[in-house]
């Protein structure tokens, strides 16, 4: 299950203590490992001891919750969490939204599109100023009839069960579509989930001129965690997300997963 070995870009901007504190809530639900990482530029000897110095105040703000500390140095964030992430065998990267973006809404800076690009792990993007719940509420997977997102409805399924959280399964008419094979498409990936786990899935159809506006038509719950699938241009076992997908996760109030193609 995704969150075995979360590993959270952290720095001293508001998104690092907003990852921090996602990345420590999920470990404390699935019982994982959790990893804090700073990554710096080589050759910047000034810039490693603050980065020393950045995790020392992850460490004060995490208090006696259990994790690992780690310094790396790459010439990109994003690439330096994901190589950190390989070699440590993290199963999810969580960062924040970038500096400057509205209050509740992810904005996405060098290092998120470095990772929803090229990361071989799955991501996770906290929204600006996102305070976690205790535990997730319910998880809702945006779906589209491709084997991506079919095989997301399998393992976001059995992550809901293993979370003893609802799955709800939703998609996006943004008035191109006909909505009554949207909503066969629906009822098959709903099939689906219950065939492979037992869950009886929730559905909807969320309508509007745009994706934001989509989002906006459908009830999210406190503590609700969006999953979208990569899409099929991406590489395998890699993350690559989709110009809709993409619109979808900027628009978003909640936590956004996204899965790597291939994704076990």
Not at 109 to 125: I, K, N, P, W, Y
Not at 165 to 185: E, S
Not at 222 to 242: I, K, N, T, W, Y
Request: aromatic fraction near 4%; include cysteine; hydrophobic fraction near 45%.
């Amino acid at each position: 299950m995704i969150g075995a070995h979360v590993i959270v870009g952290y720095n001293s901007a508001p998104g690092g203590r907003d990852a921090l504190a996602l990345g420590a809530a999920i470990t404390r639900v699935t019982g994982g490992e959790l990893t804090v990482a700073t990554i710096y530029p080589p050759g910047s000897p000034g810039l490693a001891v603050e980065a020393q110095a950045n995790l020392a105040h992850a460490g004060e703000e995490l208090g006696a919750a259990p994790a690992e500390y780690l310094t790396f140095e790459s010439r990109g964030t994003g690439r330096g969490l994901s190589l950190l992430a390989g070699r440590i065998r993290a199963d999810l990267i969580v960062v924040g939204s970038a500096t400057g973006g509205q209050s509740g809404r992810i904005t996405i800076g060098s290092t998120s599109d470095h990772l929803l690009h090229l990361a071989s792990e799955a991501v996770m993007l906290a929204p600006a100023h996102y305070e976690p719940p205790e535990k997730p509420a319910r998880l809702t997977l945006a779906y589209v009839h491709r084997p991506e997102c079919d095989a997301a409805v399998e393992r976001v399924a059995q992550a809901t069960l293993r979370l003893g959280v609802p799955l709800r399964l939703i998609t996006l008419d943004l008035r191109t579509d006909d909505q009554g094979k949207l909503r066969d498409d629906l009822a098959l990936a709903v099939r689906l989930a219950w065939e492979t786990t037992g869950i009886e899935a929730e559905s909807e159809v969320a309508e509007g001129h745009d994706a934001a506006a989509a989002l906006a038509d459908v009830e999210w719950l406190p503590g609700e965690l969006l999953v979208c699938a990569a899409s099929e241009d991406a590489q395998p076992h890699r993350v690559f997300l989709g110009e809709l997908a993409m619109k979808v996760l900027r628009a978003s109030s909640c936590p956004v997963t996204v899965l790597p193609r291939g994704f076990s």
